[in-house]
């Protein structure tokens, strides 16, 4: 069995994204490793060809200020870096630059990719999310956090990134057909110093607004992120990958959450209510189609 990964980054030094970390994370399922790098002005590029690996090759792109609109930009990074996959691997193995999976289901993935690697019916394969927020300690429990998505493609199948690169679709607009792993990947884009925090969102705003993006936007993100205006956390209990720990005691900022305090809305009580009962949550988006 043969797998590819794929991942696209620009500035993740400026931004602290875990982007090592993201890579290092599947490099073990990989035979390959293609990381389109955008045009940083801080030493991405170099960073990633220092991670030691001859498995990782990167590819140079420029980002399509045209397409700065819904995160457009962002899909299209992630084609540029699918395309560039070479030598028909069985899978592909996507990864974003502040998402990391956890050694502990690396069997686990491989496994389900040599279940259902000559099975012609899946498209995909769907993995568990846990969102963190605000420290290392926390994660998000609204149902506003998407619980799945779709990492592990085949290719050849003219497979796309899809919209602001959540997740990806086929032909003509057509959802993927996957089966769900019991795997986990951890998502920290959303666990920074408040001010880098900040700064990171102000400056996605101009891959979402565009030329909407003007002198009051900026005012209003300016200044340290408010990690308290959240609807509601829970206490993470299990543990991190290991390629996160030197990067978790770096952590120099202090966030603590009341977790007797929500701000959920009588929707959300519903939502929940339907899901300990049935175990299934109400009028989700799914982006894919879940096989049996």
């Known amino acids: 069995m043969k797998v ?21 994370s ?14 940083s002005s801080d030493g991405t590029r170099e960073l990633i060809a220092s991670i030691p690996s001859e ?36 899978w592909c193995f996507y990864i974003q630059g502040d998402e990391v999976l956890h050694e502990q289901y690396l069997d686990t993935v491989k496994q389900g990719m040599l279940q259902w690697k000559d099975n012609p019916e899946v498209d995909g394969l769907l993995f568990k999310y846990k969102h963190f927020y605000g420290s290392f300690d926390y994660v998000a429990a609204s149902s506003k956090w998407y619980r799945n998505e779709i990492r592990i493609i085949r290719p050849g199948r003219d497979i796309y990134s899809y919209r602001d690169a959540q997740g990806f679709r086929k032909g003509n607009d057509q959802k993927l057909k996957v089966k769900a792993l019991d795997a986990y990947i951890y998502h920290y884009g959303w666990v920074r110093p408040p001010k880098t925090m900040m700064d990171k969102t102000r400056n996605f705003g101009n891959y979402w607004g565009g030329d909407r ?80």
């Open 4 to 24: 590819a990964g794929f991942t696209f980054i620009k500035n993740a030094i400026q931004f602290d994204y875990p982007v090592v970390e993201a890579i290092r």
């Open 26 to 39: 599947i490099l073990p399922l990989c035979d390959e490793m293609v990381v389109a790098v955008g045009d």
């Open 55 to 90: 498995k990782i090759r990167i590819i140079d792109t420029v980002w399509d200020t045209a397409l700065q609109r819904e995160g457009a930009v962002l899909a299209d990074e992630t084609n540029k870096a699918l395309d560039a996959i070479t030598g028909n691997p069985d």
């Open 213 to 292: 993006i003007d002198e009051a936007f900026i005012k209003l993100h300016s200044g340290d992120f408010d990690y308290s205006q959240i609807d509601m956390l829970e206490k993470f209990k299990g543990t991190h990958p290991g390629i996160m720990l030197q990067r978790i005691n770096r952590m120099n900022w202090k966030f603590d959450y009341d977790l007797s305090y929500n701000k959920i809305t009588a929707k959300e009580r519903f939502k929940r209510i339907v899901e300990k009962i049935t175990g299934k949550r109400p009028f989700d988006y799914n982006n894919y189609i879940l096989l049996p």
